[in-house]
């Protein structure tokens, strides 16, 4: 057996087998021998969606390339590129993303099968740009599925936490290579706040991040541009600062507040300018763990203000910041956002401090406000749930039975919740 963990490492596993298959054969050929199987990308999923003690697989190493559609709207891409790589070759097709979430290691695969999103009032995540799907089944044969081609499938697969087997090629949308003006700046919470409706309403993307013991937030703006490229100016290394003030943290809790308004008050504005799939992701070194739940537009400000004073309440050692931003409704199936244009709160915590207590009382705010999770992030859903918050979960099993009866792409956390 060889030992696997996630990035954050609170995920491990201890898979018979780890494999990197070069071409569609050898990968067929790994699946129909083993009882069990799991995909992994980069291990950004907090949730043990890669758990295995069968075969879990890589398809990092995939043959395959880039295919543009004649019309240049769609792709279709090998589906265990990452995001990086995948921007990088549309780049140099004069194409981009519509839109990307801000780290890009990630398989184009598994941020499609978990619903990963960026931010914009009217941009869905990932999963609404598929198009279609190539997959190894469970018997090793390979199936396409679109909306006109094995449609129920299709409409599972579009965000399908990989339950119906390995995808490999992926057709996606894409637009016209653009570039994007990043502008980061202080604001008040208050401010913030009052304001924010305004700000998502005017720019194609805007979120911020709130430390819990901070007046203080950074607001971060994104827009198409046709200036031409422009660097950030060389400052402090902040990822360095950050870790150090995380470090803190952990060893004497009553400093954290003091070292988040500290922050804050160092912070100052920046600007840069590139092609959107650089300017999309941000550098995240320092080792997180992750709950982040989509809730009903009007009340996302409301609920991460209840989250915040009850931080404050009892005095809690949360290091890092709250995230807030807004995605697109869709009508996948068992997508976070199918109700309607959605909310995003992501709550972090430092990777060594205790994270599994806070994140409990978190979810209850956040499931009180009609909030569902992220599914790659951390939740404690029980089948129950599931059903209860989504109406389409039965019909969403039973073509995972139609297309998996022997469970081959099941763990145990997902047979809990979709056996």
């Known amino acids: 057996m060889t030992a696997w ?21 050898a990968l067929q050929d790994l699946v129909r021998r ?15 969606l890669c758990a295995t003690e069968g075969l879990l697989l890589s398809l990092e190493d995939l043959e395959g390339g880039l295919q543009v559609a004649a019309d240049r709207k769609t792709v279709t891409a090998p589906a265990g590129w990452s995001l990086k790589r995948l921007t990088e070759a549309l780049w140099r097709e004069g194409l981009s993303l519509p839109n990307q979430g801000d780290v890009n290691p990630q398989a184009l695969a598994g941020a499609l099968a978990t619903g990963t999103h960026g931010t914009g009032r009217d941009l869905g995540s990932l999963s609404t740009f598929a198009h279609a799907f190539r997959l190894v089944t ?28 390995v995808a490999t090629r992926i057709a996606v949308d894409v637009l016209p290579a ?36 901070a007046d203080e937030v950074i607001l971060k703006t994104l827009e198409p541009t046709e200036e031409p490229d422009a660097a950030a100016r060389p400052g402090v290394n902040e990822e360095a600062v950050f870790r150090f003030c995380c470090e803190v943290g952990r060893a004497a809790p009553a400093l954290i507040g003091p070292l988040q308004r500290l922050m804050m008050r160092a912070s100052g504005a920046t600007r840069r300018i590139g092609p959107a ?36 309440k009892g005095r809690l050692p949360v290091t890092f910041p709250f995230e807030f931003r807004w995605a ?82 099941l763990n145990s956390h997902l047979a809990e919740l979709f056996s």
């Open 34 to 48: 083993a009882a069990k199987v799991r995909v992994v990308g980069a291990g950004h999923s907090f949730m043990p």
């Open 277 to 312: 799939g650089e300017i999309f992701p941000s550098e995240r070194t320092v080792r997180f763990e992750e709950m982040e739940y989509e809730l009903p537009r009007a009340a996302g400000l409301p609920a991460l203000q209840e989250a915040i004073g009850w931080i404050r």
């Open 138 to 165: 469970a018997d090793g044969s390979v199936v396409t599925c679109s909306r006109s081609e094995r449609p129920e499938l299709f409409e599972a697969q579009r965000l399908s936490l990989g339950l119906f087997g």
């Open 5 to 25: 963990n996630n990035w954050s490492g609170s995920v491990k596993a201890r898979p018979a087998e780890l494999a990197r298959p070069r071409d569609e054969a």
């Open 178 to 213: 653009y570039r994007l003006e990043e502008r980061i700046e202080r604001r008040s919470l208050a401010w913030v706040l009052e304001n924010f409706a305004e700000v998502a309403e005017r720019c194609r993307h805007a979120e911020f991040f709130v430390f819990p013991y």
């Open 328 to 409: 697109a409704g869709d009508d996948i199936w068992i997508s976070p956002f199918n109700k309607g244009p959605g909310a995003s709160i992501s709550m972090h915590q430092y990777a060594p401090m205790a994270w599994r207590d806070l994140f409990a009382e978190g979810e209850r705010i956040f499931r009180a406000a009609g909030g569902r999770p992220h599914w790659a992030k951390r939740h404690t859903l029980a089948r129950g749930d599931v059903d209860a918050l989504y109406p389409m979960a039965e019909r969403f099993r039973a073509v995972r039975r139609e297309s998996d009866p022997a469970g081959k792409f």
